[in-house]
Nanobody, 111 residues
Framework: QLQLVESGGGLVQPGGSLRISCTASSSTFNSNGMGWFRRPPGQEREWVATISKTDTTVYADYAQGRFTLSRDKAKNAVILQMNNLKPEDTAVYYC?????WGQGTQVTVSS
């Protein structure tokens, strides 16, 4: 059964950058699309971005121009590079593929 593990979260100042990763237990991860979601404090989970099986990327409006998805197929991973972070980006970030979710990684943007 596929397992997903997020890593790389932490505390960053506004305007800073953070790189979070989603690593899968199976290389089949590389051949299929996947998505990143986030749950801000006290809010519902929301979609962040998607990378397709052909590596086409789509971003939520608030992420466009600041966030970038890429694959590291050697590691069965997808990386979410987040730049110019804002306090409203504070959330638990989750990766998802098919019916599998990771456990989430906390991103906190604060001075």
């Amino acid at each position: 059964q596929l397992q997903l593990v997020e890593s790389g979260g932490g505390l960053v100042q506004p305007g800073g950058s953070l790189r979070i990763s989603c690593t899968a237990s199976s290389s089949t991860f590389n051949s299929n699309g996947m998505g990143w979601f986030r749950r801000p404090p006290g809010q519902e989970r929301e979609w962040v971005a998607t990378i397709s099986k052909t590596d086409t990327t789509v971003y939520a409006d608030y992420a466009q121009g600041r966030f970038t998805l890429s694959r590291d197929k050697a590691k069965n991973a997808v990386i979410l590079q987040m730049n110019n972070l804002k306090p409203e980006d504070t959330a638990v970030y989750y990766c998802h593929q098919f019916n599998t979710w990771g456990q989430g990684t906390q991103v906190t943007v604060s001075s």
